[in-house]
């Protein structure tokens, strides 16, 4: 079963325009993580949130938590053609097992 | 510093067959999960290994079953193949976790099983 879902399952843009995807959860977490898949390829951690943080950065990254709504978002600023790819939320629900979320497929054009 | 490496890459099986997948661990990595990967799905966690025993399941038979050896590598055996096994298999490694789950995921690019 997947704990999160992402939101839109699909996003297209321009290359330079901002992708903000979002993600919904069902129970207590003690931290967020988001990671990248290219197609048909392993997962990329990118960046992990934990429970306490409200928002955290890394480069073109930015991610917030919202515990008490049970979501959080990504946003990726300047996108470029290479961040074409899905991208996943995923939460530990409590336990030491990370569960994913059903995706974001991200297509950036040129 | 090698990262995580999973054989074979691609794998076409019979139903009814069984199948063993490989999962050596980022060097340094002491814990093995993995995941199961249907097409346009999220991946779906399997189980986890930590001291060659294994430490969380998640909803899948017991057609599905693992082992962790001393040196930290991994395999996933399933067996009696059904046409729905079909996906890509991921392993993913990490430092054995505190509670919390603080520790991200190292994948390797995953096993293409076809079951025909």
């Known amino acids: 079963s997947q704990q999160g879902e992402e939101d839109p399952q699909a996003l297209s843009i321009q290359e330079g325009e901002n992708a903000t995807m979002n993600c919904s959860y069902k129970t207590s977490i003690n931290n967020l993580q988001w990671y990248r898949q290219n197609s048909g390829r392993g997962l990329v951690h990118l960046i992990l949130?934990?429970?306490?943080?409200r928002e955290k950065h890394s480069g073109r990254l930015r991610v917030t938590l919202d515990t008490s709504k049970k979501s959080s978002s990504l946003l990726i600023t300047a996108s470029r053609a290479a961040d074409t790819a899905s991208y996943f939320c995923a939460t530990d629900a409590a336990t030491d097992k990370l569960i994913f979320g059903t995706g974001t497929r991200l297509q950036v054009f040129p | 510093d090698a990262g995580v490496t999973q054989s074979p890459t691609h794998l076409i099986k019979t139903r009814g067959q069984q199948v063993t997948l490989r999962c050596s661990p980022k060097?340094?990595?002491?814990?093995v999960s993995w995941y199961q990967q249907a097409l346009g799905q999220g991946p779906q966690f399997i189980f986890q290994y930590y001291e060659e025993e294994e430490r969380q399941r998640g909803n899948f038979p017991d057609r599905f079953s693992g082992h962790q050896f001393p040196n930290y590598s991994s395999e996933l055996n399933v067996n009696a193949l059904l046409l729905g096994d079909s996906a890509l298999y991921l392993c993913?490694?990490?430092?054995?976790?505190?509670?919390?789950?603080?520790?991200?995921?190292?994948f390797g690019n995953g096993t293409r099983l076809t079951v025909t």
């Open positions: 993913a490694s990490s430092l054995e976790v505190t509670t919390g789950g603080n520790s991200p995921l190292h």
């Open positions: 060097s340094g990595h002491d814990t």
């Open positions: 949130i934990r429970s306490n943080e």
